[in-house]
Every structure is written in C-alpha cells, then in structure tokens.
C-alpha cells in the first residue's frame, strides 16, 4: 500500500517553502518517525518524517524545489523491505537497524549528515545503539566542535597559488528573508539611535555570590546577564508604552504585556524566539527558556509559533566582541535594545579614577512613534535598574 507524503501544514505567515535535504533516496528503507525531508521556509525548517515502516518509492518533489502546504512530497510503500536489506542482513546478521559503514564505525545515516553539518568527529562519539550503532541521538548530545563550520559560514573555496576563482551559490530562503526584513525596516522607519553606558559590576558582583546557589536551587539553570537585562527592559517598558507600541498602517497598537524577543545566531541565519509575559517570569524562568531557543536554535528546532509576536527586542553582538554597534529594529516593533561587549575602563566615580567593567547599551527606535526625551529616559531607566540591580527585585 502506497502512503502519501505532503508538505506540513504552513501558518498564514508563511506562503511557500523550499525543499532542502532528501535524508532518503528512492529504494531505501525507512522506519516510522525517522525524518525524510528538510523543508525550509522563511522562517525555520520544518522536519518531515515518515508515518510508518516500508520503503521510499518516488520523491515528486525534487532538492531546491519550492512547495506550497499540503503538496503532495513523495510516497512510501508500507510494509516493504528494501533490495538490500538482505545482504545487509549477511553483512550484519546482528544489526536491527540500518547502518552505514564509516571506516571501522557503524553510523545510522542520520547520524552521519548531522555529524558532517555539525563538524563533529564520529570517531569520538560513543554509539549508544545496537552494537556500538551511531544514532542521530548520539551525535545530538555530543559536544559541539569549537571551530565548527556552520551552514552560514563564508564558502571556501581551494584555490592554487596564483588562481583566482569565484564560487556562486544560492541565497538561502531564510536569509533573503532575513536581508528583506533588515532593508525594509531602514526604509520605512525614521529610525534613530541613542547611546548610553552601564556599570555592570553590581550585576557581576550578585552574580558571582549567588550563581552556584542560583543553579542549585533551579535544577542546572545558570545564571548569565540576559535574565537582567530581560527584567530591566521589561520595567521600563511598564513605564514607557510608546517603547512597547507597534505601528500598523497609521494606527498605533499599544500592548498590555511585554514579549521580549531575544536575538539568537544560528547556523541557518538570526533567529528572534519570543519571551512570552516577561513580567510574569523570574530570573529562573527566562534563563532557562533562553537556554532552550539557544539549543534548539543549534539543532534547528525553533519553531514558527516561537518567533512569531514580540512587542520589544534585545539583540546581544557582545558575545562576538562588539564594542558598539546600531541594531535594526525589527518590524513592525518600534524599538531595539543592543548590548555590547564588558570592557572595563577608568571612570571619575566621587572625584576618583577607578577601573569599572563598563557596557555599552544602544537603543534604536522608530522617531515616527517614540519622541527622543523618551528614548533617552528609557534607556536611562534600564541602565539605573541595571546599576541597582535590587531595584529590579523590588520593583521600586
């Protein structure tokens, strides 16, 4: 029996996507739930799996083709065993389940793409399956390679000494999205910037006394400085509607609650999972869901409904080493907050010099919604909580 694959059901955002990766090839084997086909959108990648054991009979859709929801992807035979499973089966009587051969390594062939996107040595993974199997599980949970070449990385391209060559190659679905957006925000919005500084060594200093007991008491979770930065923007965004408003057409739409988008960077591009109700959450509660956009950004699990909403923005270049910078509002938000790199630098603090870890803050915002002396005060506002940090716990 013949059982159809289609396209997932795409939201309303979302028109049309492109067919990435087949991870099968007509003949080959397939179990239930194992994924059959990268769909990437312009948002995020939507993994396909098959609903049942059998055999891949015919892909309709090819590599590079764009697809719309529910298209008809490919058809699987129920039941079916593939041609070579049989001298599979000579060659490992033992095995349960597919494996490809990788030197002296048995590696299920998910396990094998990953592995290669990720940058990871199979050699020093540990198989957990059947027989010293790789699973795609295994690779998952390996640590990830430091110099890893993710998907965004430059092409390389090997030339010999004296040749000079140039490689083209296709701009990602996400990523032209992603250059769209970036370009429409500067052209429809009056946007301007303004910078301030933040002393950053009360936060360091709670964070250094209290960060064991803190990852103690919350199961693992550990805490970084965005939580604050979090809590902060979320204050001053109580105080500030005009920051927490979006513009749609001529109309101002105010929000009565505050969801933070978090800039996370990605092998397949920038990603902003959104925060839902951060004036309901604790320090716990947003370093932890942090943590997750982040691990699943890396596994390309985020999913549209994460990043879809977002009244406000914060967007962290501090961690690749900027020291200042201008971020884009991301539409149709009126504001940005951008953190920077702790530098530390001589500050006069009562008449004396002393050396401060000091951060750079910039706030970008849309001047057709937000007047400059707010902008100002609300960016004064975080850099007070964020200097007394108590203030932020207190609510005072």
């Known amino acids: 029996m013949a059982i159809e694959i289609k396209a997932p059901t795409f939201p309303e955002s979302v028109a049309e996507g492109s067919v990435a990766t087949w991870h099968k090839q007509p003949g080959e084997a397939v179990t239930r739930d194992e994924i059959l086909v990268d769909i990437e959108t312009d948002k995020v990648v939507l993994e396909v799996p098959a609903p049942v054991d059998g055999v891949l009979e015919e892909i309709l859709a090819q590599e590079g083709e764009t697809v719309v929801s529910e298209q008809l992807l490919a058809k699987i035979k129920e039941g079916a065993v593939a041609a070579a499973a049989p001298a599979a089966k000579e060659e490992a009587p033992a095995a349960t389940e597919e494996a490809e051969v990788v030197g002296d390594l048995r590696v299920a062939p998910a396990a094998r793409k990953l592995a290669a996107e990720k940058g990871l040595d199979l050699a020093k993974i540990k198989g957990s399956g059947k027989g010293g199997l790789i699973t795609k599980e295994d690779v998952m949970n390996a640590p990830s390679a430091p110099a890893a070449k993710s998907a965004a990385a430059p092409v390389e391209v090997n030339v010999a000494p004296g040749e000079r060559i140039e490689k083209r190659v296709p701009m990602s679905r996400m990523r032209q999205t992603i250059a769209k957006r970036l370009v429409q925000a500067q052209q429809t919005a009056a946007m301007l910037t303004t910078y301030n500084e933040v002393d950053m060594k009360p936060i360091m200093e709670m964070r250094k006394q209290y960060k064991d007991l803190f990852e103690k008491r919350h199961d693992g979770v550990r805490l970084g400085f965005m939580s604050f930065f979090v809590k902060a923007a979320t204050e001053a965004l109580k105080r500030f509607p005009d920051v927490n408003a979006s513009i749609d057409g001529t109309d101002i739409v105010y929000h009565g609650y505050q969801d933070i988008g978090v800039a996370v960077s990605t092998a397949r591009g920038l990603m902003v999972p959104v925060l839902r109700d951060c004036d309901s959450m604790n320090l716990a509660d ?111």
Do not use: C, W
């Open 286 to 396: 947003i370093e932890g869901t942090i943590a997750d956009f982040g691990q699943r950004g890396r596994d390309g699990k985020i999913g549209i409904e994460d990043l879809q909403g977002g009244t406000f923005t914060i967007t962290n270049g501090g961690v690749f080493g900027s020291l200042m910078s201008t971020p884009i509002i991301n539409p149709p938000q009126t504001a940005i907050l951008g953190m920077h790199k702790i530098q530390e630098r001589p500050m006069a603090i009562n008449g004396e010099v002393v050396i401060r870890p000091m951060m750079y803050l910039a706030l970008s915002y849309d001047h057709r919604m937000i007047d400059g002396k707010d902008a100002v005060q609300f960016l004064v506002t975080i850099k007070e909580l964020l200097e007394d940090p108590a203030r932020i716990l207190l609510d005072v």
